[in-house]
């Protein structure tokens, strides 16, 4: 299994660009997060799916961040438009909740975007 | 809210020294604990998963175990070698939502 594929790997931009991050989960992993790190603030869950549909996304920061899941093997996090605060580490993981949806297997995470907003 | 601890924020051994690393959580109320290793300027490898029923898992020269009731765990590394330098990431996934609460990490270095 090639595991989670993210693009672009490094991503520099100018404020006020639209950046568009892409993950490819596992296959057959029905789960998929979206986490943002920076030094200031460690790891941070964005927003995540199960089957595709968005369940929680409290914690995306602002309207200027949205996150779509086409299909269980593509998502992507938009920002529109950037800001230098917007400078990160963006990871996407994936894992497959157990039957009743409960929570329980271990999360994947991909190698990560990082991203520069000038 | 659920907050994770992970103490000390870095760690430095001469190798073949035993250590200890440890992670606490303030809601007990847990579905499982992840630790993770983080290279400079990599991704997050998975280590070991404790499901919250479970007291310990095992992985090569790594231990971890869980104490849900005092909401902590600790991850046991034997006989230390340089290439265990990394950050070592303590998570909880707690409520019914998946959602992985992390610790801020501790940075272990091994001197040779």
């Known amino acids: 299994d090639a595991g989670v594929i993210q693009s672009p790997r490094h991503e520099v931009t100018e404020m006020g660009q639209e950046v568009t991050l892409r993950c490819k989960p596992i296959?057959?992993?029905?789960?998929l997060f979206w986490y943002r790190q920076t030094m200031m603030r460690g790891l941070e869950l964005l927003i995540y799916?199960?089957?595709?549909?968005?369940?929680?996304d409290s914690g995306m920061p602002e309207d200027r961040f949205s996150a779509k899941m086409p299909n269980a093997s593509f998502s992507t996090l938009k920002i529109q438009p950037s800001e230098p605060r917007d400078s990160a580490v963006y990871f996407c993981?994936?894992?497959?909740?157990?039957?009743?949806?409960?929570?329980?297997?271990?999360?994947?995470f991909g190698p990560g975007t990082r991203l520069t907003v000038l | 809210k659920q907050e994770v601890t992970q103490i000390p924020a870095a760690l430095s051994v001469p190798e073949g020294e035993n250590l200890v690393l440890n992670c606490s959580f303030t809601?007990?109320?847990?579905?499982?604990l992840q630790w993770f290793r983080q290279d400079p300027g990599k991704g997050l490898t998975s280590l070991l998963l404790?499901?919250?029923?479970?007291r310990e898992q095992t992985s090569g020269r790594l231990n971890a175990s869980l104490d849900k009731s005092s909401g902590r765990s600790t991850l046991y590394i034997a006989a230390s070698q340089p290439g265990d330098s990394a950050t070592y990431l303590c998570?909880?996934?707690?409520?019914?939502?998946?959602?992985?609460?992390f610790g801020q990490g501790t940075t272990l270095q091994v001197k040779p």
């Open positions: 809601d007990s109320a847990i579905y499982n």
């Open positions: 799916f199960n089957n595709n549909v968005p369940i929680d």
């Open positions: 993981a994936s894992s497959r909740i157990l039957a009743g949806g409960v929570p329980g297997n271990e999360q994947f």
């Open positions: 998570a909880v996934v707690s409520g019914n939502t998946g959602k992985l609460i």
């Open positions: 296959s057959g992993h029905n789960s």
């Open positions: 404790i499901q919250s029923s479970q």
